[in-house]
């Protein structure tokens, strides 16, 4: 079997295989949102790419998050933010988001064999479904409109390397052999490694520090968030 | 300024920009073979993408260098190993040259501002070049068939480390801080580092272990091959 790396939602389909599961990345903060969404009780998540497909489900009721350039967008009940996503106002309901770069993501694996949505987070969780599976990877990093970034790669590189701790079952393809070095270095501190990251810096400069530690702490929930019919829903519920 | 690199000539739309130097990057073999062809005197290189496009040359009269999946194509003169292109039969020459990989990264990015050859044979003179251009850089990895590759990343990490020993000059894109990283742990025995990559290990089932040993040796030429009205020339011809 294989594990290899996408660094780009655009890249997407030179990297697409058949019998493959998709790991959808966006730390920062879009897959982060998610998990924290059905941590807390969320029944379902409708991806859309466009914020006029969110406006049209806003006006018929939908809760309805929507996130351009790291800001929530107005009009909308929540931007991508996890802490927007806990609590009674979600729990039990069906919501509807669209953001920058994890739902493009999304968007462009949805016809793979299986689409699952990845963040430290659910981290091991995540890696002991993908090891129990016995298929092949593809860590779909979701990047910054479609560039590569540091703390999906960084992510990609830590399932990588937790993954291939089960020697031979895999062959590493070369991201993921790429991905496995620069994790090396990342893990004493990853918060300090990505400090001169594009995204992390963006998200600083918003006064969004306490999403980045957040987002950077390892399993904070069991849920694998799987796409099925159009919406993201609890992997036991499949 | 700003150096930011791009991993597959597929993405190349995205990381295109005004007044930027593009460098091509095809470590495993064509931008080795390239400046390898300008070291030994060749006149002028016309890279095509296609091997249809290199037969009409053929037809024609040219010398024509066709490489497809690591193999010369049938009905060529050469191949993309760099020791086709030493010696007495290139000297003064045109040569049409289409790879699998290289000769498409040309093809994406030849609208650029400047679009020139590098490799480990060139490193140093192509450095400190591009430090005496004061331009933002690209560089672009034609890695395999749209893929990543960890021979590519590798080289553009060591450019990038050479080029950010001037600090301040250069604002760092994700993928640079990411390829620093990787160089760091490559740069005591980059052959060594690649023995698992995916491409190095295709040339040695084609028995091209000497064409790999050569291609990571630096510095063996000062020539910096330039793209100039659809042909690579030297870089002081221009």
Known sequence: MKIDACFSPYLYPVYKGDDTIVVIIDVLRATSAICTAFE?????????????????????????????????????????????????????????LTTTN?????????????????????????????????????????????KFNLEDAVFAGAV????????????????CLALKYLYKMAKENPNKFLSHSSHKERLAALNLKEDVRYCLTPNQTKVIPIYKEGALVRMYDV
Chains 1, 2 share one sequence.
């Open 160 to 175: 990588t390397d937790a993954i291939s701790n089960t020697p031979d079952k895999y062959n590493l393809g070369d991201a």
């Open 102 to 146: 994890g739902t493009q993501a999304i968007e462009a694996a949805k016809d793979a064999y299986k689409v699952v949505i990845g963040s430290f987070l659910n981290m091991d969780a995540l890696c002991s479904w993908l090891l129990s599976e016995n298929k092949n990877i593809l860590l779909l990093c979701s990047g910054w409109k479609n």
């Open 40 to 96: 807390h009780g969320v029944e379902k998540i409708i991806p859309v790419a466009t914020v006029e497909e969110a406006r049209v489900y806003k006006e018929k009721g939908f809760l309805v998050g929507a996130e351009r350039n790291g800001l929530p967008v107005d009009g909308f009940d929540f931007g991508n933010s996890p802490f927007h996503y806990m609590g009674d106002p979600i729990k039990g309901k069906t919501i509807v």
